[in-house]
């Protein structure tokens, strides 16, 4: 019999009033900003745990490596004079409130993360976070005045690598993950999430739910292959589709590899293999968009000549429709009740995560398109396929993300890579983007909940 013990991550939400969107009558240029300033930062923060003989780096979440290229990055907000604070999960966000501003209204977001995975490249949430700060260093040297201000956020273990859920940060600063519940989690290390915050020395004072801003806008690399197939230059993100994630452990029966008869086997890894065959003839039988992936696998006590007694797996399943999703979670824990049956194993399965699918913003998504094509770019509505934190900020203001092109698709790897020429065409879309929703007085939210700008 299959037992399961979910974990629901989505907690109790503001509940926020939204005022119509209204954006300026006629787009809004920014300064074009400096694509070789954006590359030095980026290639500065990819040597802070740089994995050697690659241009990759791994900084998993609130390692001694994350600590650092946070260091990193808070000196380069420091010295753009931006107001920096950190909440008790470690998120980080810089705001600039130029002289002539109005300091009292909230700031329109935008940033990513700075986390990677133990394998990762240089441009994964780094690109958010460092156009962020290269768009105000532009706007600040043209002497541009936004009419409110302008934020860079870097949220906390976005990955899920070393922690789960993924998007802890981002959750957590919209109130669907309780702070004391976020700071209570223990790694895949043994490591616990506060002990390693006090450690690297981002613990911080500023309060979690964090303010609400004005809106949201994401730049990040597709990390897919869609973009760089049809030569688009920038992807306009539609929306997220929702995730779901899965531990899952088999325990059955250590015995002799040699003298234990087939039919009397009862065989963790054997069980396990069926739970990740089954993962991918489930995508194909629900179609696109449907992802499934057996994505960690460990067996105990693994062994070459002996039936392994225990196996521990995850499964990661996606789609941008919930009740297909949901559909999806069903066929594996009925398939998981008959592996059970007829292997003599007990199974118990985790949740680990689960988020819906998200619908970005109409107004901001049309918003980018537009900014996209009077700039000369290529454009092209997509989902994404990857979460993102963006998604986690839509649920309390307008939110929407920009796209550019990955290489032959490949992310959370070294060979991670965008052309230089794309990486600066988005950077001066998001500024464009960014000053439009600055210069907007009528949308998202103005103090929404009652909290200090940060």
């Known amino acids: 019999m299959v037992t399961i013990d979910s974990t629901t991550f989505d907690g109790l939400l503001k509940h926020l009033t939204v005022t119509e ?7 809004v240029d920014a300064p074009v900003i400096s694509g070789r300033r954006l590359l030095d930062r980026l290639a500065a923060l990819a040597e802070i745990g740089a994995i050697d003989g690659t241009t990759g780096s791994s900084r998993l979440a609130f390692t001694d490596a994350d600590g650092a290229g946070r260091d990193l990055v808070v000196s380069w907000m420091d010295d753009l004079g931006l107001d920096v604070t950190t909440d008790g999960i470690g998120n980080v966000v810089g705001c600039w409130r130029p002289k002539g501003c109005d300091p009292a209204l909230s700031p329109v977001m935008t940033g990513s993360h700075i986390d990677t995975v133990a394998t990762g490249g240089r441009y994964d949430g780094n690109l958010g976070v460092l156009a962020g700060l290269e768009v105000i260093e532009t706007l600040t040297s043209a002497g541009v005045i936004p009419h409110r201000p302008l934020a860079v956020a870097f949220f906390s273990n976005e990955e899920g ?29 043994g490591a616990v999430v506060a002990d ?15 303010l609400v801003p004005h809106a949201f806008v994401e730049l990040h690399i597709e990390q897919g292959p869609v973009l760089e197939r049809e030569a688009i230059r920038i992807g306009v993100v539609e929306g997220v589709q929702g995730i779901s994630w899965s531990e899952i452990t088999i325990k059955g029966q250590a015995n002799h590899a040699g003298t234990t008869p087939m039919a009397l086997r009862r065989d963790a890894a054997y069980a396990a293999a069926r739970v990740a065959t089954f993962t991918r003839d489930l995508a194909t039988d629900l179609g696109p968009p449907q992802v499934a992936t057996v994505g960690a696998l460990r067996l105990h006590p693994n062994l070459v000549n002996v039936v392994a007694e225990a196996a521990t797996l995850t499964v990661d ?3 941008t429709d919930d009740d297909v999703l949901g559909e999806a979670e069903r066929r594996l824990l009925a398939h998981l009740d008959r592996i059970s049956a007829d292997e003599g194993v007990a199974i118990t399965a985790r949740s680990l995560a689960r988020f819906a699918p998200v619908s970005f913003d109409p107004t901001i998504v ?7 094509a009077g700039l000369g770019h290529s454009t092209m509505r997509l989902p994404s396929g990857a979460g993102h934190d963006a998604q986690m900020l839509a649920r309390v203001c307008p939110a929407a993300m920009i796209f550019t092109p990955s290489h032959r698709g490949i992310s959370h790897n070294p060979a991670e890579h965008t052309d ?31 909290e200090e700008a940060p």
């Open 21 to 27: 969107t209204s954006l300026p009558d006629t787009p």
């Open 420 to 450: 230089p020429d794309d990486l600066e065409a988005g950077a001066n879309v998001l500024a464009s983007v960014l000053l439009a929703l600055a210069s907007a007085p009528a949308i998202g939210n103005d103090g929404a909940a009652g």
């Open 317 to 319: 399943l996606r789609n």
């Open 196 to 210: 390693e915050l006090d450690r690297i020395g981002y613990r911080g004072g500023a309060p979690c739910p964090g």
């Open 366 to 372: 049309e918003l980018i398109e537009t900014t996209a």
């Open 161 to 189: 690598s070393r922690f789960a859920p993924d998007m802890m940060g981002s959750l957590t600063y919209v109130g669907g993950l309780g702070l004391e519940d976020a700071l209570a989690t223990v790694g895949i290390d």
